[in-house]
């Protein structure tokens, strides 16, 4: 404890950028991604530019096995690394601006009362007479060129002032503190209780933290890669501690509560990790074969296929019952299973899947959360924010065979399935253009549709359209309903479509089942 102290020093914002992309400042692996949106950059930038504080970084020194969460900067093979436990957005915002890397291109108007900074846009770097690149005014070779074309006299002389005002944002000077002599436990504790205070970090996050502390490597080696090549497939709605949570469910099968990973030994997290990856793929594989989606444009919470996960992970593909897992997941997605009080319900679940009727225990928590699960015409009233709707209208229309309403192609596996307004919101007054994005008065087509036809009320460009096509977007046929005057009874008359044909497919899938 003697041994332990905080260095605190003030550091140039040119030492701590080189020192990050030339390795002597690393990323810890428990850190999260680059998170921040470009549109701050902007504003770290002006408060620097202004003299402003922002806030401390912390860094740790000392002799670890850890590894580097980030690969743009190499690990030095000799000198003091420092780990970068807090401050890791501020400085890598710097360093893209700085050195003016893809998505993060900040420009500054000197010409503005005190000179303004602001992303560039296409407009912006046509305009160069009042827009530069932070970037090349920070850069030596290039602002001697921008000094060149400034005009004579005092016009040039304010120009110029302003513009050594940004390039002193290289030397303003931000407090570090070094932890010296601490472990990399006590790095992980203040990087844990800095942002827990803060509220700056999500659960994912601490949880990472922790893992990271006790399993060296486990996250930066197994889990980033995995979720990020999930994600790039598509599925980006699976979070870390969605796996987390499959992942412990399955290293403790009896156990009551759940158990966090890092209160896990090696061996039983690498073999339960094993299962939850190929459990993982095959809950995939059910989203893909059972509803047609190779993404989760519409499918709203990665939470809802933890129980998937975690079936596929406990039982034998003799045991799986993937239509019944299929009937259960449409009916929490449209009785928003996960929206409020989550982790409550997943625990419930996850214990409804070590029952010996596990369907059975998954659709009992539903129905004493939710009452009757019998489908009516009201759970498809919400609007296009209705995520859980939304995604009940689509399995409705899909039992239907659904096809694209102007092509007839039968929509399965798209990677691009767009929505269309049946009546357009722009055929409304203005009041009651709200009213347009009810579900009910949403079609799905995989094509990009011509203007006219985008316009035209129902009554026009419906009648052209095979009635086969209608009844696969479960689209009332009676034609006196295509009238805009009619609108609100056309939506009921869907409403109570779509009810019947989500209704079809629950009992096709959970045969025999109370709902």
């Not at 000077?173 to 827990?196: C, S, Y």
Request: hydrophobic share 40%; charged share 30%.
């Amino acid at each position: 404890m003697s041994d332990q102290h905080l260095q605190i020093e003030n550091v140039k914002v040119r030492k701590l950028v080189d020192d990050y992309r030339s390795g002597r400042i690393l990323i810890p692996e428990f850190q999260r991604d680059y998170v921040w949106k470009p549109s701050r950059a902007a504003k770290l930038i002006d408060s620097l530019y202004r003299n402003y504080p922002i806030s401390t970084v912390l860094l740790w020194t000392g002799d670890t096995d850890t590894k580097a969460r980030r690969t743009d900067s190499r690990p030095q093979r000799s000198g003091e690394v420092s780990w970068l436990i807090d401050g890791q957005q501020r400085l890598i915002t710097l360093s893209k601006i700085i050195y003016g890397e893809e998505g993060i291109d900040v420009v500054f108007n000197p010409n503005e009362k005190d000179g303004v900074f602001s992303l560039s846009n296409a407009a912006k770097a046509k305009d160069s007479k009042n827009w530069f690149h932070v970037s090349q005014i920070l850069d030596d070779d290039q602002y001697r060129q921008i000094r060149r074309n400034l005009p004579e006299g005092k016009r040039g002389e304010e120009l110029e002032r302003k513009f050594e005002g940004v390039r002193r944002i290289l030397d303003y000077e931000i407090p570090v503190i070094k932890m010296v002599g601490h472990t990399f436990d006590n790095a992980v504790e203040a990087f844990t209780r800095i942002n827990m205070l803060g509220v700056k970090l999500k659960t994912e996050d601490i949880a990472s933290a922790k893992v990271a502390a006790k399993h060296t490597g486990f996250i930066v080696d197994e889990v980033v890669p995995f979720l990020s090549k999930i994600k790039q497939e598509g599925f980006r709605r699976i979070s870390v501690m969605h796996l987390f949570r499959a992942c412990a469910f399955v290293a403790k099968p009896d156990g009551r509560n759940r158990t966090p990973l890092h209160e896990l030994d090696k061996k039983e997290i690498s073999q339960a990790w094993n299962k939850i990856k190929s459990a993982t793929r095959e809950a995939i594989s059910l989203v893909k074969s059972e509803f047609g989606l190779v993404n989760m444009d519409i499918l709203w919470s990665g939470a809802l296929l933890v129980p998937i996960i975690a079936l596929y992970a406990s039982t034998s593909p003799r045991e799986r019952n993937v239509k019944g897992m299929a009937g259960w997941l449409a009916l929490a997605a449209l009785y928003h299973r996960y929206s409020g009080a989550s982790e409550a319900a997943l625990d419930q679940d996850l214990r409804a899947c070590r029952s010996s009727d596990q369907i059975g225990s998954l659709l009992s928590n539903l129905r004493r959360d939710n009452g009757s699960l019998a489908i009516s015409s009201k759970d498809f009233g919400g609007s296009l924010l209705d995520k859980g709707g939304l995604f009940g209208l689509y399995v409705a229309c899909r039992q239907k065979d659904l096809k694209d309403l102007f092509t007839g192609k039968t929509i399965l596996i798209e990677s691009k399935v767009d929505r269309h307004h049946i009546f357009p919101r722009s055929k409304f007054l203005e009041k009651d253009r709200p009213k347009a994005d009810t579900l009910a008065n949403i079609a799905f087509v995989t094509n990009s549709i011509n203007t006219s036809i985008r316009n035209s009320v129902p009554e026009v460009y419906l009648p052209q359209i095979d009635r086969r096509i209608l009844e696969s977007q479960c689209i009332p046929l009676d034609e006196s309903l295509w009238r805009m005057d009619r609108a609100e009874e056309f939506w009921e008359a869907r409403r109570e479509l779509l009810a019947k044909a989500f209704s079809e497919f629950i009992k096709e899938t959970l045969p025999g089942r109370r709902v």
